[in-house]
């Protein structure tokens, strides 16, 4: 069973930072590829940033530039480092991996940007 569970959301003003950080069980965080997601009220789920493995990384456009997102394998965590944060990146924020085809979500941690 793989468990993933979120901390580090909050509210902060525009221009502020949050780091998140996800706590990963099992053995299986060094080989897994890692994912943030974000939903915010009435828009679909979408992927923020990714971290192979090896340590390549992917980010959305919307995020480029101020979200950085890392892992400590020895720690089985990932950390998604936001910077210059903007209203719209207000949203609940997810940890995903995939496990043997199966996919596992963290219970999320609510970000709230204020103007």
């Known amino acids: 069973q793989v468990q993933l569970v979120e901390s580090g959301g909050g509210l902060v003003q525009a221009g502020g930072s949050l780091r998140l950080s996800c706590a990963a069980s099992?053995?299986?965080?060094?080989?897994?590829?890692m994912n943030w997601y974000r939903q915010a009220p009435g828009k679909q789920r979408e992927l923020v940033a990714a971290?192979?493995?090896?340590?390549?990384?992917n980010y959305a456009d919307s995020v480029k530039g101020r979200f950085t997102i890392s892992r400590d394998n020895a720690k089985n965590t990932v950390y998604l480092q936001m910077n210059s944060l903007k209203p719209e990146d207000t949203a609940v924020y997810y940890c995903?991996?995939?496990?043997?085809?199966?996919?596992?979500w963290g219970q999320g941690t609510q970000v709230t940007v204020s103007s």
């Open positions: 995903h991996t995939v496990y043997y085809l199966r996919h596992y």
């Open positions: 971290i192979t493995s090896a340590g390549p990384t």
């Open positions: 099992g053995t299986i965080f060094s080989t897994n590829a």
